[in-house]
Each structure stands twice: as C-alpha cells, then as structure tokens.
C-alpha cells in the first residue's frame, strides 16, 4: 500500500539532482535563477497570506504573479557581473535585502493595513503610529521563515556545499539578464496602465501600486515622491507664508449677522454624497424623482440650498474633495494633495478646530483605511477617530460591498453604533460610496428605472443615486428618533461629477438636448451643497460658489473666529461675497461670465462670446483669470511648500499633535468605551447605557432575515 511512497524521492535525493545539475552547467547561472525564484515565490505568498491587495479579474491576477519577477531579475542580476564566491554573496545579500523590505512591509501592513513609506521611516514617529512599540506585539515566528532560505544558502556557500563558479558568466549574458529585467518591468507598467489608468500620475492607494507594479517599484515610488517633497519644503521660508497671508486677509468678507453663530455648539454631520451632480436634483426618469428624499431635504424650509454651486476637484477626486471641505485647500494640478502631502504637512482642518473647541471628530467609511492614504492624512487633520472598514464587520460578507466598499444602507446603518458612542457636540464626516461608477448594484437593491441613453456606465447612475436617496433618508429617520437632530446641523455635498465629459452623447439624452457644449458641460459640474437646522432660515440661494467656500461658510454659521486662518474660499453667506469659482485647471465660473475648456460664455443665457480687446468680458475675465491664478498658485504653495508649519504662536489655533491619534480598531474602540465614562455626553451615556440601534429601519435586503443579529453585534 505504501508502495508510492518509494517512488517520491527523499528530499536528500532531490537536493543532490539540482546540486548536481547546478555543478555540471554554469553553477552562478542556477545559483541565480534559484534566488530569483526564491524571492518570487516568498513575494508572491505574502501578497495572498499577509497583504489585502484586492486583485480581482485575470488581468490583475497575473500581473500579481507577474510583478515579483522584474526587481528579482534586475537586483540579482547584478551578482552576475562578479565571479567567485564575491558573485554568490551578492546575490545572498540582494536576495537578503528583497526579503527585508517584504518582512517590514509584512509587520506594518498587518498593523496599518498600508506600506511603508519613505515619509513614515525618516519621520517614523512624528507620524503617530508609534512603530517600535507595537512591532512586538504583532510579530509570529512564522514571519521569520521568509528568512530561512537566506540562511540555508549562506550555510551552503560557508560550508562549501555548492561548486563555486569561478569563471563567472560572460558580460554580455549578465547585461542582458538585467535588460531581460527592465523589459519584463516596461511589460507589466504596460498591462498595468491599461488596466487602471492614471496609476502613478493619480497614485490613488498604496495598494493598487504594489497589486500592479510591485513592493520595490513602490518603493522606488515613494522615494522619488518624499524626494519631491522633502526639495519643495525645503525651498520654503516663512516670508512665503507671511506673503500669502497677507493676501488671504485681503479676501477675508464680513459675516452675515443673520446666519453667524447660529449654529454654535451643535452637532455638525458632513454628508459627503458620492459622485451625486446637482441636475439629479428633482429629475425625473419615467415621471419618477430619483431622489425624492433629497429633494425634500434641498426644499426644506430650513435648508440653505445653493444651486449654482461647483466641484473644483482635480485629479485627487473624492481627495480633492475632502482637502477643500476640510482645509479651504485646493488639491494640486496632479496627483492626491492628501497622497502626496497628508502624511507629512501641517494643516489647520475643520476636525482640529472643533476639536479645540470642545468636540469630537470622527470619519466614517467604508472603504480600506488607505484609499486616498486617509489613514495618514486624518491624523494630520486631526480627526479623533476613523471608523474605516475594519470597523464594520459586515464588510467581510460578499454581497455586502459593491465597487470600493460597503453598501451605503448597510453602512450608515452599522456607523450608528459608533455614532451613539460619540461624546456630544461631535463632527461627524460620512462618506458614502455605492453611488460611484460604474454604478453597479445588485438586482435586489434596485428599485428604480434605468435611464436609457444606451450608455451602459451611464444608465445606472440614476438607481444608484436612488439608493444613496434612500440610504440618506434611513440616516435621518433614525437621528430623528435618537435624538439628535434636533442639536445637529447637517451640511450635505456632491463630491464631484458622476457621468465624464467622456459621455457627451448620453449627456445630451439625459438633459433632453440634440447636442451639448461647453456651457452643458460646465453646467453638469455642479454639485449639491446643502446646509439644514432646525432653526436655519433656509431656501434656494443662487450665489456662485464652489467646494473651496464650504469650510469659512460652515465656520460663519459655528460662530468660529477665522481672521487668521490661511483659506482660499470665502464666506458663501457674507453680503460681501461676489462669487468666483476657481476651477482646478484654470477654467472659471462668475455670474456674469464662464470660461470653460477655452471657450467664453454669458454665464445666464449661456450665449457664447468672443474675447476681443475692448469687450467686458475682456475686462472681466483678464481680472478673474488673474485671481484664480493667483488662488490656485498660492494654495499649491502653501501645500508644496508645507508653509502651515510656520504659523506658529497663534493664539485661535493649537498645532495638531498627530502622534495623538491611534486609529486601529482595538485602539478606537476602547477610546470610545472609556470616553463614555470620562465624558458621558454621548447618546448612549445619555440613555444610561441603553443603545439606539433598535431605532435604525432599513430595507437593505442584505440584512432583512438577520436584522438583530446585525444590529446588537
Ligand atoms: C474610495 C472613494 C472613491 O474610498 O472615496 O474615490 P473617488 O474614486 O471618487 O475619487
Ligand atoms: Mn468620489
């Protein structure tokens, strides 16, 4: 019976045919190909056992196996321009380097879900993540073994086990087995950038570039981006500050004595509604409104809704977004502001103002710590907490996530439980997400028509903005109940647009027009920018204004002293305020006229005009186009030159202390249980313990059969 086992030969029999086969033919040869498929095979474990890389479909699952290959190839090659036993070591330390790298990234991943980046190990602690501390904690001596090949060949080469090569290999095959390595490397950044285009230009997340190009190519990334960096800020002085705050402070308007303060103390909920355009807003499909509860909510007699309000968001997106929202910052004119700069730069943040003035912030969503590098970033802004997607343990279920994370219903309903725990008054940011393209949503989660242009990416977006419609509505149902609507002012925003300007044809379906221009697409970058309390003079306000204005318009109404903060938008409410609109590539928007994609209209009827020498509109757009530039140009500044850092000693505004803030689940969480004691303003600690979660209604199918299950967890 155990017959077959005779015929599988012993391992000292299989050690003994590669020795042998390394001996007789060119032994640095073999020598080389076994560390390369050492190195790979070790790489390409961990990717699947220790890293979350989410590759999904053939194309990525092959560059994953793939993308080892080229760095293993180019680093060992190099101990093929040596001969002897110098040639051997060479490759042993490359080998030993790779796995060092890889053995780093493993621990930090496992603690921070992210790679380590230049930035964190020569500013290691400053970033807060209290490295040295926590690397005990985590480590199993299974980690180790990625080490064990090293050893083994090391053993082998002292105690003479392998036959030297001392001939080496001829230059030529060594030159070619590097350039073999540099062409493997071009092949996978080529099936890379088809897949995901933009992948370095707009660097979304750490992950994708080592799911598609590989952890030393990231390495080599992030380097030349801190290298970047660390140039630029070295190159700023505290006159280039004092320049730019001097003319912020020219661009600083009275407060509206109506509106200021109105809302101070309160509760601050930041609905950050995914990819949703402001033309969704009472639409129609098939006589149906698609988002019926929004629509209610921007009619409300207390909401201030803007409706000539625009997304100014570069190529960072949903990053550019929350750099506006948060900061009066700009994103830049390539890149993530908050990939490139958030780990390391100093800021002045919505979060860490309330903070200061006695509130809780918190973040929510439901998307991987480190998309858009949120888990640095945040603790630059000086959020308390971030509820990420470790935080919701229905987001390891299939069916519960679409496209970058968890379902919006299943969402929101599960950030309650953390809400209820939140000390009173907080800031609370939710970002939703099912509504992002390609819109897809499952059959059951539909219930409303497609439109029908024909264009597949296009004709979704109405049922996934019903669903974040009706998602929204679930929130407020349940904060009406918990109590905390009336305490709380909600600010409601449209990140940027949903449907590109790639979609010209269903556009013009959607808007019921033959053709669109410039002046259509200009209009189809407007967003909902909605503020509600119960005690708010609310109605539709046609001010012209964009993302960069929601920060110094939200602090009028919290009655928050902003003389000295250094903000590039400026006070929608104020009596003063004349409405610019700065687009991110230089385009701009007043009342009067827009330029758009070089082209000039009359902002009102929509007319195209020409720019001749003694029109107004010469006038108008040779002074706008000054401003903007102007704006654009010294946000940028005070980003790449991490010029905050200088705006010492004020007296309204404490430097954030980054260090402060943990945001690994086991840390929230008991952050938030001893809060309710050492600060029992939370919901929960109001009701004596006694959760609201029974409160929460939703029909998300997902959770219809095991409703309390989800809800008591
Ligand atoms: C992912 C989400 C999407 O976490 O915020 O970002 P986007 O693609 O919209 O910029
Ligand atoms: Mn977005």
Redesign the pocket.
């Known amino acids: 019976m155990l017959n077959f086992l005779k015929k599988i030969p012993s391992p000292k029999l299989i050690w003994q045919k590669i020795k042998q086969t390394m001996d007789t033919s060119a032994p640095l040869v073999w020598f080389f190909v076994l560390n390369v498929i050492l190195v790979w095979f070790k790489t390409f474990v961990n990717y699947h056992m220790n890293f979350n890389l989410g590759a999904e479909g053939a194309i990525q699952q092959f560059l994953l196996f793939l993308n080892p290959i080229p760095t293993a190839i180019i680093f060992l090659s190099i101990a093929l321009y040596f001969r002897g036993a110098l040639s051997y070591w060479i490759a042993i330390l490359f080998n030993a380097i790779q796995s060092l790298w890889l053995f780093s990234n493993m621990l930090y991943y496992r603690e921070f879900s992210d790679f380590l980046s230049m930035g964190i190990l020569s500013s290691g602690s400053s970033t807060g993540n209290n490295l040295g501390k926590s690397i005990a904690a985590i480590i199993h001596w299974s980690d180790y073994l990625i080490f064990l090949d090293i050893i083994i060949l090391i053993g082998l080469v002292i105690f003479k086990q392998l036959t030297i090569d001392r001939k080496g290999v001829q230059k030529k095959f060594a030159v070619l087995t590097t350039v073999l390595g540099v062409v493997l490397m071009l092949v996978d950044y080529g099936i890379a950038s088809s897949d995901r285009s933009g992948l370095l230009t707009r660097s979304f997340d750490n992950n994708y570039i080592v799911k598609y190009l590989g952890l030393n190519e990231y390495a080599a990334f992030n380097a030349v981006q801190t290298y970047n960096q660390t140039e630029s800020r070295k190159r700023a002085k505290p006159a280039d500050l004092d320049k730019i705050k001097q003319f912020v402070s020219t661009q600083k308007l009275p407060d509206n004595i109506q509106y200021y303060g109105t809302q101070k103390g309160k509760n601050v909920f930041m609905i950050h509604l ?2 949703f355009q402001q033309f969704l807003i009472d639409y129609k499909v098939d006589g149906q409104e698609v988002t019926p509860n929004l629509n209610k909510f921007y009619h409300d007699q207390s909401t201030l809704s803007f409706d000539n309000f625009y997304n100014q968001v570069g190529q960072g ?2 990053s550019d977004a929350e750099m506006m929202q948060e900061n009066s910052l700009f994103g830049l004119a390539t890149g993530s502001a908050m990939v490139k700069y958030g780990t390391n730069n100093t800021f002045e943040s919505l979060p860490a103002i309330l903070n200061q003035r006695g509130y809780t912030s918190a973040a929510f969503h439901g998307d991987v710590a480190s998309f858009w590098n949120r888990d640095n970033t945040y603790k630059s802004f000086g959020y308390n907490y971030f509820f990420s997607k470790a935080y919701y343990p229905n987001a390891n279920k299939p069916n519960f996530n679409v496209g970058y994370g968890l379902k919006d219903k299943i969402f929101l309903q599960d950030s309650a439980k953390y809400i209820e725990q939140l000390p009173q008054p907080f800031y609370a940011k939710l970002i939703t997400v099912t509504n ?1 393209y390609p819109y897809d949503l499952d059959k059951e989660n539909i219930d409303f028509p497609a439109t029908k242009t024909g264009d597949n990416t296009v004709d979704g977006y109405v049922q996934t903005a019903h669903y974040l419609d009706s998602a929204f509505a679930e929130l407020m149902d349940y904060l009406k109940k918990a109590g905390l609507y009336d305490n709380s002012v909600f600010v409601l925003y449209g ?2 647009y949903g449907i590109s300007e790639n979609h010209q044809p269903a556009i013009a379906q959607l808007l019921g027009k033959d053709k669109v221009t410039n002046y259509d697409l200009a209009q189809f970058q407007k967003v909902p920018f909605m503020i509600h309390a119960n005690n708010l003079k609310g109605g539709i306000n046609h001010t012209y204004g964009g993302e960069i204005d929601m920060l110094p318009t939200l602090l009028d109404l919290l009655g928050v002293p902003d003389d000295n903060m250094t903000m590039f938008g400026q006070d929608l409410l104020s009596p003063k305020y004349q409405g610019v609109v700065a687009m991110r590539d230089g385009d701009w928007i007043t009342p009067q006229y827009m330029k758009f994609n070089n082209q000039y209209f009359n902002t009102q009827s929509g007319e195209q005009e020409i720019l001749n020498d003694n029109s107004d509109l010469k006038q108008v757009a040779t002074k706008t186009q000054s401003y903007v530039d102007k704006v654009l140009s010294y946000s940028d500044a005070v980003i790449t030159g991490d010029l905050l850092r200088f705006d010492k000693n004020r007296s309204d505004f404490n430097a954030v202390n980054k260090k402060s803030f943990d945001y690994k689940k086991t840390s929230g969480l008991a952050q938030l249980k001893a809060a309710q004691e050492s600060n029992p303003s939370s919901i929960l600690a109001q009701n004596k313990g006694q959760s609201t979660l029974g409160m929460y209604k939703t029909d998300a199918p997902e959770l219809s059969n095991n409703h309390n299950n989800n809800t008591s967890k």
């Open positions: 995914e990819s997106k949903t992002h990140d940027h």
